[in-house]
C-alpha cells in the first residue's frame, strides 16, 4: 500500500509538473505585438512586445518596452484609473520569462525613480486580448488588446478626471431581443395590458436572471434592461431601473441619462413622492394629462437640459393617441 500511494503521489508530481511545464511553453508567439489599455477610446498604456534570444515559437524569452504615465492611482475596486499625470515614460523590459500560470512577468524601471523597477504579469486570454496586472497588488486584470503597430499612447489625459477601462464585451443577444420585444409591444394601435403585463414580467424575470448570472456586461446591455424594469409594477422595479441607468452611463451610454431621469421619477410617483424632472404623465379617462404630483423648484432646467430632459417650460403631455410607456 505505501508503495502504491509512493507511486501515485510521484505520478501526481509528474503530472503537475507537466502542466506547469506547458504553462510555461506557452508560445510566445501569441504574445508578439503591441498591446493597448484602452479608456475613454484613448490608450493609455502600450505595451509592445518583441522575440528576445531563443523566443522563436516556444516560450523563450521576450523584450520590448512599456509606454504609460509618469505617475497615476488605481482604483482596485474597479480598475478607475485617475490623477494621470505626463509626459508618458517608455520604460524598456529589463526582465522578462513565463511564471508556472502561464502568464507573461515582465520588468521595467519605475518612471518617478529609476533605481527601483515595477513588475507586471501579462497573459493573453484570447488571439487579440489579454489582461494586465501589478504584481503583488489586490487589484482586478485591466483589459488589454491588440493594436496595429503604429498605435501609441495619448496624451491627452486630465488628471482631474476619473477614467474606466474600455469594454472590450459585445452586447448580449438575449438582452437585446427581450429589449426589442418591450419596445414592439407598445407600438401597436391598440394594446392588450392584460396580455402585455404579464410579458412584462417574463421579461423582467429574463433580465433579472441574465444581470445575476453577470451576463450583461455594456452600456446596451444596462440600458435595455434599464427600459425592461421601468415598465415594471412595483416601486423596486423602478429604483433598479434607475440602477441599471446609471450603469449604463458609467459603461459610456450618456443617452442613459434620459432614462435615469425618468425612472427616479416613476419611483418617487409610486411612493407617493413628487417627481422632480417631470418625465411623467398620468392620463386619467376623460381628463388631461397631468404631472403631478411634482417638485418643479428642485431641479434646476440647467441639469435638465444635461440629462436630456426638457426645460420645464418647454414639457408638454404626448398626444391623446399616444400611451404613455
Known amino acids: 500500500m505505501r508503495t502504491l500511494m509512493a507511486s501515485l503521489w510521484f505520478a501526481l508530481l509528474i503530472l503537475a509538473a507537466a502542466d506547469a511545464a506547458a504553462a510555461r511553453d506557452a508560445p510566445a508567439s501569441a504574445y508578439l505585438g503591441r498591446w493597448a489599455l484602452q479608456m475613454d477610446g484613448r490608450n493609455l ?8 534570444a531563443g523566443a522563436g515559437s516556444g516560450a523563450g524569452t521576450l523584450t520590448g518596452a512599456l509606454t504609460w504615465p509618469t505617475n497615476f492611482q488605481i482604483n482596485t475596486s474597479n480598475d478607475e484609473i485617475s490623477k494621470v499625470t505626463l509626459p508618458l515614460a517608455v520604460t524598456p523590459i529589463v526582465e522578462a520569462g513565463f511564471d ?3 502568464s507573461l512577468r515582465f520588468v521595467v524601471h519605475d518612471p518617478q525613480n ?3 523597477t515595477d513588475t507586471f504579469l501579462f497573459k493573453v486570454s484570447g488571439r487579440d486580448y ?3 496586472i501589478i504584481a503583488g497588488a489586490r487589484m482586478r486584470t485591466l483589459p488589454m488588446n491588440r493594436v496595429g ?3 501609441t499612447a495619448s496624451s491627452a489625459w486630465d488628471p482631474d478626471r476619473v477614467y ?3 469594454d472590450h464585451h459585445t452586447t448580449n443577444p438575449e438582452m437585446t431581443r427581450l429589449f426589442d420585444e418591450d419596445q414592439a409591444a407598445r407600438k401597436v394601435d391598440r394594446i392588450d395590458w392584460s396580455v ?3 410579458a412584462d414580467a417574463a421579461r423582467r424575470a429574463q433580465t433579472l436572471d441574465l444581470l445575476n448570472q453577470g451576463k450583461l456586461h455594456t452600456g446596451a446591455d444596462f440600458l435595455h434592461a434599464a427600459f425592461v424594469f421601468q415598465h415594471g409594477d412595483r416601486p423596486g422595479d423602478y429604483l433598479l431601473a434607475h440602477t441599471l441607468a446609471l450603469a449604463a452611463v458609467k459603461r459610456g451610454r450618456s443617452d442613459a441619462s434620459w432614462i435615469a431621469a425618468a425612472t427616479l421619477d416613476r419611483y418617487l410617483q409610486t411612493i407617493g413622492q413628487p417627481q422632480i424632472y417631470g418625465t411623467q404623465f398620468t392620463i386619467k379617462q376623460g381628463a388631461p394629462a397631468t404631472q403631478a404630483p411634482m417638485d418643479g423648484k428642485l431641479i434646476p432646467d440647467s441639469l435638465r437640459l444635461l440629462l436630456g430632459v426638457p426645460a420645464l417650460a418647454q414639457q408638454a403631455p404626448p398626444p391623446s393617441q399616444v400611451t404613455v410607456p
Open 100 to 102: 508556472n500560470n502561464g
Open 114 to 116: 529609476p533605481k527601483d
Open 130 to 132: 489579454g489582461g494586465l
Open 196 to 198: 402585455v403585463s404579464k
Open 164 to 166: 474606466a477601462p474600455d
Open 45 to 52: 498604456f502600450i505595451l509592445d512586445l518583441k522575440a528576445g
Open 149 to 151: 503597430p503604429d498605435a
